[in-house]
């Protein structure tokens, strides 16, 4: 590669975690309006439960074709190509890519379509009468939507690789927009049962809008991309050898995702929706710290050349100093979500048909899923190193016992936990995700041990760790006092106030006590804005 373009894709790779988090930012912040606005029109109805399943089912091809599998196996041979400037050699790749892309998914969306009943009888066997005919109206509905994500997916892998990240976790804001829009539009004018329709039409056009942006910066960079089968071309080769194990491991946890629906339907009425309430809010810090510096680092850990001793460093290198930094972002988080998650539900979702038990009912299932959080984000940044390794098979080996483990786990404090303890029923679904979450650290401690074989040992200091969540308990002691006031001060402003309180202690402690990350965060945040 040329001095210039390693300049160039040098000074573009600086800050490019901080790009794909303010992408997913803004993303998430209308995808978290889409869904209080969703919650104001539905609460726990029959009509949020059906749309919870239909969104979930097709949802399934997104996530075995979509980003994350693409960026195990897209990613990794795409960029290695551009560091080796062989651009012409790498724009066929991603047109090879496209076409395959094109074929699998329009066989997949009319399957899905054609089989629609039969796949809600087998993944909501709780639903029946009404709840089962609109689920699977809007099964059909959102399958097209779904394939579009994946083109979606395609063009986030052709960017990222390129050391463009912001449009690429930018461009779900229009998926969001659209959904937004038809809700404020006929809320008030349909039926239930009518608007949801509304709303899986809005998610289809949304899905269109959100590969289009992005066609012309991907244009613009990789030049003119023809989608052409090319099976004989080795790094297409590569690339579906690297696919099929990812899929595997991505298609064994959306199956646990899709039986923690079945259990959910199974335990009350409204448990579906209240988890995908939970579950939206959860995904967020992953999002915005687990995924963004994984995304970041990912094109960057593929790109590294040079004998196996010195690679290895590098990687080292890289991990220590990604693992400190989502740490000190997502403990907090975790701690949050166990102790101030009915202020997090609450300034996110009560209002309308929302009520305050439906806080504290999501609240529970939050603070099960914050047992593993933690391990969740760095189980990501671990796995991204074994395909930056070209290694899909150890990544999905521990994926399928972590899902094997999870199911065991959610389905006994779920369905017999409640009865075990003499609580009510619904809290099951909060035993769903807390055995999630176990076998959750159960995949990250096999991945780090895996790792540590191929590169050497690498790992936050349990010190380092140790740090994080005495400052965070602290902090989230201080916040919660606000609870006093709660008679006195209106729900949204008590939940705000109790969050930035909780954040500003936990900030100012840990610059006390000499955390360096403090700093990096501060950096970003303009000096008027602190």
């Known amino acids: 590669m040329t001095t210039e373009k390693v300049a160039e894709r040098n000074a573009a790779q600086r800050g490019g975690a901080t790009r794909v988090a303010l992408g997913i930012l803004a993303s998430r912040i209308l995808g978290l309006v889409r869904q209080r606005v969703f919650a104001n029109y539905f609460g726990n109805s029959v009509a949020a439960d059906a749309f919870a399943v239909a969104f979930r089912i097709p949802n399934l091809l997104q996530n075995l074709l979509g980003e994350g599998v693409l960026s195990a196996s897209f990613v990794p041979v795409y960029a290695r190509l551009l560091a080796k400037d062989e651009d012409d050699r790498a724009r066929e790749v991603a047109g090879a890519v496209l076409a395959l892309l094109g074929l699998v998914v329009a066989l997949l969306v009319l399957g899905g379509i054609l089989l629609a009943p039969w796949i809600v009888t087998a993944l909501a066997p709780g639903f029946d009468g009404d709840a089962k005919v609109l689920a699977t109206q809007l099964v059909r509905l959102l399958f097209p939507g779904a394939g579009l994500f994946v083109f979606s997916a ?9 050391r463009h990240f ?120 992953i999002s915005l710290f687990g995924a963004s510096v994984s995304a970041a680092e990912l094109p960057a850990m593929s790109s590294e050349l040079g004998p ?16 400190r930094r989502v740490a000190f972002l997502v403990i ?6 166990l102790v101030l998650g009915d202020f997090i539900v609450g300034a996110v979702y009560q209002g309308g048909r929302f009520g305050k038990s439906d806080t504290t009912w999501v609240w529970g299932i939050l603070a099960g899923s914050s047992a593993g959080l933690l391990a969740s984000v760095f189980g990501r940044l671990y796995a991204s190193a074994f395909y930056a390794l070209r290694d899909t098979q150890t990544p999905m080996r521990f994926a399928i016992l972590r899902v094997a483990l999870s199911v065991v786990l959610g389905a006994g404090l ?3 936990g409640p009865g075990f303890f003499g609580i009510d029923a619904r809290w099951g679904v909060a035993g769903l995700t807390f055995g999630s979450g176990l076998a959750g650290w159960v995949e990250y401690g096999l991945l780090r041990l895996a790792l540590r074989r191929r590169i050497g040992d690498v790992g936050t200091p349990r010190r380092f760790l140790a740090l994080l969540w005495a400052l965070s308990a602290v902090a989230a002691l201080v916040a919660s006092g606000l609870h006093l006031t ?29 955390v360096r990350e403090v700093s990096a965060v501060l950096a970003r945040i303009p000096k008027r804005g602190r």
Do not use: C
């Open 166 to 285: 912001f449009l690429a976790y930018a461009a779900p804001v229009a998926w969001n927009v659209a959904q937004i829009a038809a809700l404020l539009i006929w809320g008030g004018k349909q039926p239930q049962e009518a608007l949801v329709i509304t709303v899986a039409w809005a998610s289809v056009v949304g899905a269109l809008l959100q590969f289009v942006v992005q066609l012309p910066e991907v244009y613009k960079l990789a030049g003119a991309i023809r989608p052409m089968f090319r099976r004989g071309h080795p790094d297409v080769q590569e690339i579906i050898r690297n696919f099929l194990p990812v899929v595997t491991g991505r298609g064994v946890v959306q199956i646990s995702a899709y039986v923690d629906t079945m259990i959910a339907s199974k335990v009350v009425q409204g448990a579906v929706s209240a988890l995908t309430y939970s579950q939206l809010i959860y995904m967020l810090p």
């Open 308 to 323: 196996d001793d010195e690679v290895a460093r590098k990687l080292r290198e890289r991990l220590d100093g990604a693992l």
């Open 414 to 416: 779920a369905l017999w």
């Open 154 to 162: 395609w063009a986030l892998g052709v960017l990222n690789s390129h």
């Open 486 to 514: 709660e008679h006195i001060v209106p729900p949204l402003a008590l939940s705000l106030s109790g969050l930035a309180v909780y954040a500003i202690a936990y900030i100012a402690m840990a610059r006390v006590a000499g």
């Open 332 to 337: 907090p988080s975790a701690m949050a979500f």
